[in-house]
Structure formats: structure tokens, C-alpha cells
């Protein structure tokens, strides 16, 4: 049975919120992290941004991060429901909200979107729906990453020839390698980094995928 994310009218008294604040000392930053399923830190839900708030206080900024991880969008499901106050995610078990209402207030923003398009569709596939069916086999997901992060890295550089979308008028500031921060590699699968479907990350992995993250905007 194939599930899609659902625009609600108010917050479901029945489901629990996908939306986690992490706030700071006194006044900050806002920073707002939106993505899927590993925004959201499945299967452990353990989100990143937890270790992310808590590095960057350490680091010496205030910074108040909100977190919104919706398990199983799609980049398109995300563009489909970018303004919406009040979302349910494709599993049906917690609420959400679109990016453009929660960005409204935010300073800075990082989107971690693609996850769920990587059995579904190429990397050109991906990259269109991030700035904006044939089923494949897990051994082509870290060759899809590839295509997908090259582009989008180009996109940001101003490199990448598109006609001007109208729901991404202008292009992030910066694009951030992933798979540059938590590579899927051997030493990285040993040290338990990532869950076996080879797609989320494991608790462990979260955390220091928090904290390189942080460490990364505070160096830059």
C-alpha cells in the first residue's frame, strides 16, 4: 500500500508531533532543519539536530534549532505541501508542518531532502525535485547520491544551466556535502554509523553527524 503525506486543517489530537525544538540561552539564531526520515533520526528517532543544538553551545553560540523531520517524504511531497501549517507524514504517525511556514521565522535554514526518492528515481530526478517508476537496487543508492549531490553542488555554484523555478526563485547560500560528512564507507559501517538498510543513520551516527555539522557552519 503506497502512502502519501495528507494536509490536515488543525493538529491531530491522536499523533504525536514531528516538529522538536531545541532552544538556547537567551536570545540567538534561529536555525530551522527540515528534512525526512533522517531529519527525523529513524529508525531511533534520535534527530541530528539535538547533537547539532547542543555542539554549537558548546562552540559558543546561541543558537535555538528547530527540527522537522517528516519519515518517508519525498523532495516532490515536500514541495506539494511547502506552505501547509499542519501536515501528516506518509506513515500516518505524526504531524508536521510545510517548510515555507516554519522557514517564515527562521534565520538560517538547512534542508536534508532526497532520502526517500533514492529507490524511486535518478539523481537528475532528485536534484529537480529538491530545487523545486522503476524500482532500483540498493547497490545503485551510493551512485545516486553522486548524481544527486553533484548537481546540487553545481546548482549552488551557479554552474548548472536551469530555467528559473518559480517555487526556488533564487539559490542556497551553500550546498554541504553529506556524504562528504558521514561517509558510507567501511570504517564508517564499522564503527556502526549507519543502519543496514545503508539509507539512515544509526544513533550513533546521528550524533556525530550532529556534531560535524555543527562544527562545519562554525569553522565557516
Same mark, same amino acid.
Given at each position: 500500500m503506497?502512502?502519501?503525506?495528507? &494536509?490536515?486543517?488543525?493538529v491531530p489530537?491522536?499523533?504525536? +508531533?514531528?516538529?522538536?525544538?531545541? #532552544?538556547?540561552?537567551? @536570545?540567538?539564531?534561529?536555525?530551522?532543519?527540515?528534512?525526512?526520515s533522517?531529519?527525523?533520526g529513524? #529508525? $531511533?528517532?534520535?534527530?541530528f539536530g539535538?547533537e547539532f $543544538?547542543?555542539?554549537?553551545?558548546?562552540?559558543?553560540?546561541?543558537v535555538?534549532?528547530i527540527?522537522?523531520?517528516?519519515?518517508a517524504?519525498t %523532495?516532490h511531497e515536500?514541495?506539494q505541501v511547502?506552505?501547509?501549517?499542519f501536515?501528516?507524514d $506518509?506513515?500516518?504517525?505524526?504531524?508536521?508542518s510545510?517548510l515555507?511556514?516554519?522557514?517564515?521565522?527562521?534565520?538560517?535554514?538547512?534542508?536534508?531532502?532526497g532520502? /526517500?526518492?533514492?529507490?524511486?528515481?535518478?539523481?537528475?530526478q532528485?536534484?529537480?525535485?529538491?530545487?523545486?517508476?522503476?524500482?532500483?537496487?540498493? +547497490? %545503485?543508492?551510493p551512485a545516486?547520491r553522486?548524481?544527486? /549531490?553533484?548537481?546540487?553542488?553545481?546548482w549552488t555554484?551557479?554552474s548548472?544551466d536551469? $530555467?528559473v523555478d518559480?517555487t526556488? @526563485?533564487?539559490? @542556497?547560500?551553500r550546498?554541504? /556535502?553529506?556524504?562528504?560528512?558521514? #561517509?558510507?564507507?567501511p570504517?564508517s559501517r564499522?564503527k556502526?554509523y549507519?543502519e543496514?538498510?545503508?539509507?539512515h543513520f544509526?544513533e550513533?551516527?546521528?550524533? &556525530?553527524?550532529g556534531f560535524r555539522?555543527a562544527?562545519?557552519?562554525?569553522?565557516?
Amino acid at each position: 500500500m503506497v502512502t502519501v503525506m495528507r &494536509v490536515l486543517t488543525e493538529v491531530p489530537r491522536d499523533k504525536g +508531533s514531528a516538529i522538536v525544538r531545541f #532552544p538556547c540561552d537567551g @536570545p540567538g539564531l534561529q536555525v530551522l532543519i527540515y528534512g525526512d526520515s533522517l531529519t527525523a533520526g529513524a #529508525p $531511533s528517532m534520535k534527530p541530528f539536530g539535538e547533537e547539532f $543544538s547542543k555542539s554549537l553551545a558548546e562552540f559558543g553560540c546561541r543558537v535555538e534549532v528547530i527540527a522537522c523531520g517528516l519519515c518517508a517524504a519525498t %523532495a516532490h511531497e515536500m514541495i506539494q505541501v511547502f506552505e501547509e501549517p499542519f501536515v501528516l507524514d $506518509s506513515l500516518q504517525c505524526r504531524w508536521g508542518s510545510g517548510l515555507g511556514h516554519l522557514a517564515k521565522e527562521a534565520d538560517v535554514v538547512l534542508i536534508m531532502a532526497g532520502t /526517500n526518492d533514492l529507490c524511486f528515481a535518478d539523481g537528475k530526478q532528485i536534484f529537480d525535485a529538491t530545487r523545486g517508476r522503476c524500482l532500483k537496487r540498493w +547497490s %545503485a543508492l551510493p551512485a545516486q547520491r553522486r548524481e544527486a /549531490n553533484s548537481l546540487l553542488a553545481s546548482w549552488t555554484r551557479g554552474s548548472v544551466d536551469i $530555467s528559473v523555478d518559480v517555487t526556488c @526563485p533564487r539559490r @542556497p547560500l551553500r550546498f554541504i /556535502n553529506t556524504v562528504a560528512l558521514m #561517509p558510507f564507507g567501511p570504517q564508517s559501517r564499522l564503527k556502526k554509523y549507519w543502519e543496514s538498510d545503508g539509507v539512515h543513520f544509526t544513533e550513533t551516527g546521528s550524533k &556525530v553527524f550532529g556534531f560535524r555539522l555543527a562544527q562545519l557552519l562554525v569553522a565557516s
